[in-house]
């Protein structure tokens, strides 16, 4: 299994710009987490989405951010406008009803 | 509101020490346990967890965390550090739903 796949890896990008990050979870994993980590803030959970419907989005900060998860298969993360202090790196984490969640290895996001 | 806090933000051991790093929980239902490891320049991967049972859970690579449920506490042990335990350490908890909470991390340093 390649695990769960994120890409781009890194993003540098500039103020005003729209970012989309892309997310594949482990196939056969029904539950799909958004996270943001930070120096200031940690690791902070976005959203997540169960069966592809999102479960609970209080984390997303503000109505620049938007996830979506059309199929079992494939989640975005979009952030329009973007900020600088959007920069972080951005995490995707897949699961199953076993708890147990798997990280991918992040988007790098730098915008400014 | 739901939290986890730990305790030590870096800490600096030499080889062979003994480690523990503490981590206390505020939630008053029934807690579902981790522990995460970040190497350097990789994603977030499980170390060990705590759902029921012995109280006393083990892990990979030596690692052992107690769950001592009147102290709201998941301390991480290990008798003996080795260079390539230098790492973030991150305690989470798993609230109602598949909501997981993480603390702000440790960073750990071992000295060879």
């Known amino acids: 299994d390649a695990g769960v796949i994120q890409s781009p890896r890194h993003e540098v990008t500039e103020m005003g710009q729209e970012v989309t990050l892309r997310c594949k979870p482990i196939?056969?994993?029904?539950?799909l987490f958004w996270y943001r980590q930070t120096m200031m803030r940690g690791l902070e959970l976005l959203i997540y989405?169960?069966?592809?419907?999102?479960?609970?989005d209080s984390g997303m900060p503000e109505d620049r951010f938007s996830a979506k998860m059309p199929n079992a298969s494939f989640s975005t993360l979009k952030i329009q406008p973007s900020e600088p202090r959007d920069s972080a790196v951005y995490f995707c984490?897949?699961?199953?009803?076993?708890?147990?969640?798997?990280f991918g290895p992040g988007t790098r996001l730098t915008v400014t | 509101a739901q939290s986890v806090s730990q305790h030590n933000h870096h800490v600096i051991l030499s080889e062979a020490a003994s480690l523990e790093l503490g981590c206390n929980y505020s939630?008053?239902?029934?807690?579902?346990l981790f522990w995460y490891v970040q190497y350097p320049g990789q994603h977030l991967q499980l170390l060990l967890k705590?759902?029921?049972?012995?109280?006393l859970v083990k892990g990979i690579k030596g690692f052992e965390a107690e769950f001592i449920k009147s102290k709201f506490s998941f301390n991480l042990r290990k008798p003996s550090v080795q260079w390539s335990d230098t790492a973030e350490y991150f305690c989470?908890?798993?609230?109602?739903?598949?909501?997981?909470?993480f603390g702000a991390g440790t960073r750990l340093f071992v000295k060879a």
């Open positions: 984490a897949s699961s199953t009803s076993s708890y147990e969640q798997y």
């Open positions: 196939s056969g994993h029904d539950y």
């Open positions: 989405f169960n069966n592809n419907v999102p479960i609970d």
């Open positions: 939630y008053g239902g029934t807690v579902n």
């Open positions: 705590y759902f029921s049972g012995d109280p």
């Open positions: 989470a908890v798993l609230t109602g739903g598949f909501k997981t909470i």
